[in-house]
């Protein structure tokens, strides 16, 4: 039989919508005999299901061999297959299709908006109006073709590998299975929470769901506060946690995944481990709060651009 490690400790957990919790000798099953304090302090979380953590600490640790005693979340995560779970209109459930509902969560692209600032807006324009049609076609018939221009990065959009890596993989090589009807989960982010890390992401399973991180952020959208330097945003840390727990899509509702405050001085960790991953990212969400916790199908799909990494997409979901 391979060795089997626990981890024997006092823990003192702070929540960020107040109070605590405090517990002494708690074991724990560990993957192996080395585990930092963070690490353990993610696994705890994970096993307790607490919600809105914002600190544990650690102390008194030891590190005994001890055969597993089992619990949440302390193995290795495990990929879900989206396709096997049933959901509304799915074949298992025809009956389904009578109960579910669409949420849509993009922002309307409008002629001269702001998705951020400084950076060109949308110009929305005729290239064939209605009356110059009628030249070309028979009597009663008229045509309307609009134009756009825009950069890639405008409203709700998608980002692929491409968008951070120059042998990413841009929007044509993107699969549809990491972009359509992916299941869903939301992790609720307490208001005045700026950084979510590691432990406030540790409770959930992300396992091949597309995970949309709720901050309310998308209030302020089109405003001058949008762009605020106190904005919610995704650690490297967070992100990694993501990757090593097999999400395949990761959104938010706020300016960016990434710290854009000038204490970050450009570092963009979660979209550089994300994408490195190939997980892609959907920025400028809203509507997330019309959504369950779970138990809905997620879409953002871009037109495939060849040479692009980011284009906007129409995000919604299928809610049962």
Same mark, same amino acid.
């Given at each position: 039989?391979?060795?089997?490690?626990?981890?024997?400790?006092?823990?003192?957990?702070?929540?960020?919508?107040?109070?605590?919790?405090?517990?002494?000798?708690?074991?724990?099953?560990?993957?192996?005999?080395?585990?930092?304090?963070?690490?353990?302090?993610?696994?705890?979380?994970?096993?307790?299901?607490?919600?809105?953590?914002?600190?544990?600490?650690?102390?008194?640790?030891?590190?005994?061999?001890?055969?597993?005693?089992?619990?949440?979340?302390?193995?290795?995560?495990?990929?879900?297959?989206?396709?096997?779970?049933?959901?509304?209109?799915?074949?298992?459930?025809?009956?389904?299709? &009578?109960?579910?509902?669409?949420?849509?969560?993009?922002?309307?692209?409008? @002629?001269?908006?702001?998705?951020?600032?400084?950076?060109? &807006?949308?110009?929305? %324009?005729?290239?064939?109006?209605?009356?110059?049609?009628?030249?070309?076609?028979?009597?009663?018939?008229?045509?309307?073709?609009?134009?756009? @221009?825009?950069?890639?990065?405008?409203?709700?959009?998608?980002?692929?590998?491409?968008?951070?890596?120059?042998?990413?993989?841009?929007?044509?090589?993107?699969?549809?299975?990491?972009?359509?009807?992916?299941?869903?989960?939301?992790?609720?982010?307490?208001?005045?929470?700026?950084?979510?890390?590691?432990?406030? =992401?540790?409770?959930?399973?992300?396992?091949?769901?597309?995970?949309?991180?709720?901050?309310?952020?998308?209030?302020?959208?089109?405003? @001058? =506060?949008?762009?605020?330097?106190?904005?919610?945003?995704?650690?490297?840390?967070?992100?990694?946690? =993501?990757?090593?727990?097999? &999400?395949?899509?990761?959104?938010?509702?706020?300016?960016?995944?990434?710290?854009?405050?000038?204490?970050?001085?450009?570092?963009?960790?979660?979209? %550089?481990?994300? =994408?490195?991953?190939?997980?892609?990212?959907?920025?400028?969400?809203?509507?997330? @709060? &019309?959504?369950?916790?779970?138990?809905?199908?997620?879409?953002?799909?871009?037109?495939?651009?060849?040479?692009?990494?980011?284009?906007?997409?129409?995000?919604?979901?299928?809610?049962?």
């Amino acid at each position: 039989m391979a060795e089997q490690w626990r981890a024997q400790f006092d823990a003192r957990v702070s929540f960020a919508n107040g109070g605590g919790l405090r517990t002494e000798g708690f074991r724990l099953d560990i993957p192996g005999r080395e585990i930092t304090d963070e690490e353990l302090a993610a696994l705890f979380v994970r096993h307790l299901g607490l919600l809105m953590v914002s600190e544990v600490r650690i102390s008194d640790k030891t590190i005994v061999e001890e055969p597993h005693k089992g619990g949440r979340g302390t193995g290795r995560p495990r990929a879900a297959d989206p396709a096997s779970e049933t959901h509304p209109g799915h074949p298992r459930d025809p009956a389904g299709a &009578a109960r579910r509902r669409l949420v849509e969560l993009s922002h309307v692209i409008t @002629d001269g908006m702001t998705t951020l600032p400084g950076w060109p &807006a949308p110009r929305i %324009s005729d290239w064939l109006t209605r009356e110059a049609s009628r030249a070309n076609y028979a009597p009663g018939t008229e045509f309307h073709v609009a134009r756009i @221009d825009m950069i890639a990065n405008t409203g709700t959009y998608l980002d692929t590998p491409a968008h951070r890596w120059a042998e990413g993989a841009d929007l044509t090589g993107t699969p549809l299975d990491r972009l359509a009807d992916l299941p869903g989960i939301v992790v609720r982010v307490p208001a005045g929470t700026r950084a979510v890390d590691r432990l406030m =992401l540790a409770p959930y399973d992300v396992a091949g769901r597309a995970v949309l991180l709720h901050t309310g952020w998308d209030t302020h959208f089109d405003t @001058d =506060l949008y762009a605020a330097h106190d904005a919610p945003y995704l650690t490297g840390d967070g992100a990694q946690w =993501l990757v090593e727990a097999g &999400a395949a899509l990761v959104g938010v509702d706020s300016i960016n995944i990434d710290d854009v405050s000038p204490a970050a001085a450009g570092d963009r960790p979660a979209h %550089s481990t994300l =994408l490195a991953a190939g997980i892609p990212i959907v920025e400028h969400l809203t509507g997330l @709060d &019309a959504l369950p916790p779970e138990g809905f199908r997620f879409t953002a799909a871009p037109p495939m651009v060849a040479g692009m990494g980011t284009f906007p997409v129409r995000a919604f979901a299928v809610v049962g």
